[in-house]
């Protein structure tokens, strides 16, 4: 008996000793975090080492990767803004702070013209904040986008399958051009048998002369070849298919959580909307 009470009483003062820990280093980041934002309009560089330094003091404190990716937003970044607000939904321990980092991940998708992706992050907002009025909003214009960009990649398929038929009718011509010049050539080939044959006479009699031949240039007129230039991707961008997985993943967790909470028929309380720490 003495034993399991001398137990509990260490495991009491060793949760209670890691609660203050986690309470210290959280207190230490978010100090970070105010000084970053102090700085950002100012000094970019050490603002954005600050956030870093906030991270890296507790990294499940999503207030960090989530003002650094405002940071990068506002700075034009916005591929680091995407990787910096999906590390705050990772991270995100309420409805609240999930639905501030998906809304600004649909901001940041639309500036990049990824309207489809940004209807999906959009809507993790909405999930996690149905009353917020700017996330609807948003989310009407990214689907108005993503329809317009459907639409016109149908008319560019359109142009590509005219374009092709073009090509085709152009070949055709190029082989009847070609045989016409073949039959050409063939009504002409005695005649040029005939020129040859005076042509090396001449020849022959030159030499007889002492006189010498002309000569030719081995020049065979071949052009370099064209070499494609691979278009090289910016250090740090995204592909479109890479956004498009990352946003897939972040979409499934989200539905898994949904469902659970469905299940227990919990019913989160309604937060009211901002979209900065």
Same mark, same amino acid.
């Given at each position: 008996?003495?034993?399991?009470?001398?137990?509990?009483?260490?495991?009491?003062?060793?949760?209670?000793?890691?609660?203050?820990?986690?309470?210290?280093? &959280?207190?230490?980041?978010?100090?970070?975090?105010? *000084?970053?934002?102090?700085?950002?309009?100012?000094?970019?560089?050490?603002? *954005?080492?600050? !956030?870093?330094?906030?991270?890296?003091?507790?990294?499940?404190?999503?207030?960090?990767?989530?003002?650094?990716?405002?940071?990068?937003?506002?700075?034009?970044? !916005?591929?680091?803004?995407?990787?910096?607000?999906?590390?705050?939904?990772?991270?995100?321990?309420?409805?609240?702070?999930?639905?501030?980092?998906?809304?600004?991940?649909?901001?940041?998708?639309?500036?990049?013209?990824?309207?489809?992706?940004?209807?999906?992050?959009?809507?993790?907002?909405?999930?996690?904040?149905?009353?917020? @009025? *700017?996330?609807?909003?948003?989310?009407?214009?990214?689907?108005?986008?993503? @329809?317009?960009?459907?639409?016109? @990649?149908?008319?560019?398929?359109?142009?590509?399958?005219?374009?092709?038929?073009?090509?085709?009718?152009?070949?055709?011509?190029?082989?009847?051009?070609?045989?016409?010049?073949?039959? *050409?050539? @063939?009504?002409?080939?005695?005649?040029?048998?005939?020129?040859?044959?005076?042509?090396?006479?001449?020849?022959?009699?030159?030499?007889?002369?002492?006189?010498?031949?002309?000569?030719?240039?081995?020049?065979?007129?071949?052009?370099?070849?064209?070499?494609?230039?691979?278009?090289?991707?910016?250090?740090?961008? &995204?592909?479109?298919?890479?956004?498009?997985?990352?946003?897939?993943?972040?979409?499934?967790?989200?539905?898994?959580?949904?469902?659970?909470?469905?299940?227990?028929?919990?019913?989160?309380?309604?937060?009211?909307?901002?979209?900065?720490?």
């Amino acid at each position: 008996m003495k034993f399991i009470s001398i137990l509990i009483l260490t495991l009491v003062s060793y949760f209670s000793f890691a609660q203050e820990e986690k309470n210290k280093a &959280l207190q230490q980041s978010n100090d970070l975090i105010f *000084e970053a934002n102090e700085m950002v309009g100012e000094d970019f560089v050490d603002a *954005e080492k600050e !956030y870093r330094k906030a991270i890296s003091k507790l990294p499940s404190n999503a207030v960090g990767p989530y003002n650094l990716g405002n940071a990068y937003y506002g700075s034009g970044l !916005y591929d680091e803004a995407l990787l910096r607000h999906i590390e705050a939904v990772e991270t995100a321990s309420t409805k609240a702070e999930k639905h501030r980092a998906y809304h600004n991940i649909g901001n940041t998708l639309m500036k990049q013209k990824a309207c489809k992706e940004a209807v999906e992050a959009y809507k993790n907002a909405l999930r996690n904040d149905p009353t917020d @009025e *700017e996330s609807r909003y948003n989310f009407a214009l990214a689907k108005e986008c993503a @329809e317009q960009q459907k639409d016109g @990649e149908g008319d560019d398929e359109n142009k590509d399958k005219d374009k092709e038929d073009e090509n085709k009718d152009d070949e055709k011509k190029d082989e009847q051009d070609q045989k016409d010049t073949g039959d *050409e050539n @063939e009504d002409n080939k005695d005649q040029e048998g005939d020129d040859d044959q005076k042509e090396n006479e001449g020849d022959e009699k030159d030499d007889k002369d002492g006189k010498p031949k002309d000569e030719k240039d081995n020049n065979d007129g071949k052009d370099p070849k064209n070499q494609n230039k691979k278009q090289q991707q910016q250090p740090g961008q &995204l592909s479109p298919q890479q956004i498009k997985n990352l946003l897939e993943a972040m979409n499934n967790q989200e539905k898994k959580v949904q469902e659970k909470i469905n299940a227990k028929k919990a019913k989160g309380p309604k937060v009211k909307a901002e979209k900065d720490w």
